[in-house]
C-alpha cells in the first residue's frame, strides 16, 4: 500500500459514509488523521479500527455547523500537531427543499453546514498554509453544483457556491505551495442516500468512492468528478438550454 507524502490530515464528516472511509484510507498511508464530526461513539469506534491496522486516527468532536468554534478548533489542531497539511472540509447534510414546501430551518441547517462550516474548516488556517508554503485543502462538493436540481434548492445552491470558493482560492494560491482541489462525487451509497426516493444512476460502493476521491487528491487534481459516466452526462446537462433542462427537470420531479 502506498504511503502519502502527508504527515497530518483533517478530514470532517468522518463517523460515517465517506469521510470515515477517506479517513481509514490515509491513516493506512501514514498519515495521522484528525477524524472530526458530532457522533463521538462512532469516531471512537472508529479509531478503535485504525489501531488494530496499527494506523493513527484521533478523534475530534466538532458540529461543523457551529462556524465559530470550527474555526477556532481547527487552528488549535494546527497548533497541536505542528501544522496540518491536508483539510478534508467533507461534512455536509442536504435534505429536501422543494419551492413549493420549503422550510427555512432546512435551507438554513443545509447552509449552516455545507456553506458556513466547509468555508470554515478551509479558512482555518490557510494563511499559516501560504506562511509555511505547503499545503493541501479539499472540498468536497457534488454534481448537483452542476444546476439547480429539482427539490434541491439550498443543497444544489450550497455545492455551487463550494466549487466557486476553491476555484477562486486555486486561482489565488497559485505559486505558493498550496494545493486546491475540489471533488464532486456523484450518487454513493450512505446514510444520506439511503433516504433519497428516487433512482441513482451509476451508484457507487462507498469503498470504491473512497479510492477514486483519495487518489485524485494525491494526484493534486484542482476538480475532480466521479463515476466519468455520470460527470459526463452532467457535463451535457450544465450546458443545456433553460428551455430543455427545465423541461427534463420538471418531469424528473
Known amino acids: 500500500m502506498a504511503e502519502s507524502s502527508y504527515r497530518t490530515a483533517l478530514i470532517t464528516g468522518a463517523s460515517s459514509g465517506l469521510g470515515r ?37 484521533e478523534p475530534v468532536e466538532l458540529d461543523v455547523a457551529q462556524a465559530d468554534a470550527t474555526l477556532a478548533r481547527v487552528r488549535e489542531l494546527d497548533d497541536a500537531c505542528g501544522g496540518l497539511d491536508l483539510i478534508v472540509a467533507n461534512a455536509g447534510f442536504g435534505q429536501e427543499t422543494s419551492g413549493k414546501r420549503i422550510k427555512w430551518e432546512t435551507v438554513k441547517r443545509v447552509i449552516d453546514v455545507n456553506v458556513s462550516g466547509a468555508a470554515a474548516t478551509l479558512s482555518a488556517v490557510l494563511p499559516r498554509m501560504v506562511e509555511r508554503k505547503r499545503g493541501h485543502v479539499v472540498g468536497v462538493a457534488s454534481m448537483a453544483a452542476f444546476r439547480g436540481l429539482p427539490r434541491n434548492a439550498a443543497y444544489s445552491a450550497s455545492k455551487a457556491f463550494l466549487h466557486i470558493f476553491l476555484e477562486s482560492l486555486r486561482v489565488d494560491l497559485q505559486g505558493t505551495g498550496v494545493k486546491v482541489s475540489c471533488l464532486y462525487p456523484g450518487f454513493v451509497k450512505s446514510e444520506m442516500t439511503a433516504q433519497n426516493k428516487f433512482a441513482m444512476p451509476f451508484l457507487l460502493e462507498t469503498d470504491a468512492a473512497v479510492e477514486l476521491m483519495g487518489q485524485a487528491i494525491l494526484r493534486g487534481e484542482a476538480q475532480y468528478a466521479f463515476p466519468w459516466q455520470m460527470a459526463g452526462v452532467m457535463g451535457l446537462v450544465k450546458h443545456l438550454p433553460n428551455g430543455l433542462f427545465d423541461g427534463i427537470a420538471r418531469r424528473a420531479r
Open 21 to 57: 472511509g477517506l479517513a481509514l484510507w490515509f491513516a493506512r498511508r501514514g498519515v495521522k488523521v484528525y477524524a472530526a464530526a458530532r457522533r463521538k461513539d462512532n469516531l471512537e469506534a472508529l479509531a478503535q479500527e485504525a489501531r488494530a491496522a496499527h494506523a493513527h486516527i
